[in-house]
């Protein structure tokens, strides 16, 4: 067998085991825990998505975005209207019938949030490039309230009073199947010539510009995939809980990114346990009802002090041993 039909061979049996995984993870946690600890799985599942496609502006590009709940929100509503409207009336899948059909329904539904949000990153990218620090992020905020003040006033899709009827299709299994692909996604980036493109341009812009680095078009490009994974998973949070304009306000973006501080800027592992962490404390703290929001706010204080480059800093998780240069000198 050549080298590289073992290679494509070795990833697809990756890939079929990450799937085999992430159901039998959903079968067991539908066994073994109760609906509360179910749905706070899910939703940190989907706050690892959001953290770790944010942090692909903000840690890794060195950007500052604060729209990311506008991003999330696109998709989320785009996928909603295409599994609710288009469903039925194209393909003539009723998503209470379950089975393939629906199953397809949902994956197309999903990748077109993603390409909707990407397109809407494009755009709001594209000419917000020549703004940086302060500037960018008082124009990435500007887009995350235009879209849901925008989403407010279409009928279409509920208004004001949220999106009823779309069907309740996501679980545990799809959820983590997102943020696997989020992970690996990123990761290969990271490791690759455009992932260094990046991290070039965070720590010099005009250093790395200097070399021959587009920055412009890396800098959209972050955009654009950062907003397709948040689109994922706005289109998984359609189709887990009610849709609501009130999901996606400013304070969900500066929630996000409070993760991403948190775990470590340009840490993708970081995000993972920042997501996780501020997910499931204050659901710890529920004990201390009155409390809680103090006590929330004071240990995040004191974690920032005693880590103010975040749980893991700028460092990951390398899963694979590196391997020996021919000729190096060992270390002592």
């Not at 899910?42 to 990311?68: D, R």
């Not at 299994?173 to 990046?198: D, E, I, K, P």
């Not at 490009?221 to 359609?238: C, D, E, K, R, W």
Request: charge should be positive; proline fraction near 3%; charged fraction near 10%.
């Amino acid at each position: 067998m050549s080298p590289r039909r073992f290679r494509a061979g070795r990833r697809l049996l990756w890939t079929a085991g990450a799937l085999a995984a992430v159901v039998a993870l959903d079968r067991i946690a539908l066994q073994l825990v109760n609906p509360y600890l179910y749905r706070i799985l899910v939703l940190s599942g989907l706050n690892v998505i959001l953290a770790l496609s944010l942090n692909l502006v903000n840690g890794i590009t060195g950007q500052f975005s604060i729209g990311h709940a506008g991003f999330m929100a696109v998709g989320a509503y785009a996928s909603a209207a295409f599994t609710v409207y288009a469903g039925p009336g194209l393909f003539g899948v009723d998503a209470g019938d379950g089975g393939p059909a629906v199953m397809a329904l949902f994956l197309a539904s999903m990748l077109l949030g993603g390409l909707v949000s990407a397109a809407a990153g494009f755009l709001v990218g594209l000419p917000s490039m020549r703004l940086r620090g302060d500037y960018l992020a008082i124009v990435t905020l500007g887009f995350g309230e235009i879209i849901r003040v925008a989403i407010l006033n279409i009928e279409a899709v509920g208004g004001a009073r949220g999106f009823a009827g779309v069907p309740r299709l996501t679980n545990l299994a799809w959820v983590l199947g997102g943020c696997v692909a989020t992970y690996v996604v990123l990761r290969n980036l990271l490791t690759s010539y455009h992932g260094r493109a990046c991290l070039a341009i965070r720590e010099d812009e005009i250093a790395a510009e200097a070399l021959g680095v587009p920055t412009t078009r890396y800098k959209v490009s972050a955009f654009v995939i950062a907003a397709f994974f948040a689109g994922v998973a706005g289109a998984l949070f359609a189709h887990y809980t009610y849709l609501h304009t009130n999901s996606f306000t400013f304070m969900k973006s500066i929630e996000v990114i409070v993760m991403v501080v948190l775990g470590g800027m340009g840490s993708l592992v970081g995000s993972v346990l920042g997501a996780t962490i501020l997910t499931a404390l204050p659901e710890a703290l529920r004990f201390a009802s009155a409390e809680r929001l103090i006590i929330y706010s004071l240990l995040l204080i004191v974690l920032m002090i005693a880590r103010p480059q975040g749980i893991l800093g700028g460092r990951d998780i390398a899963w694979r041993r590196r391997k020996e240069q021919p000729g190096a000198t060992p270390l002592a």
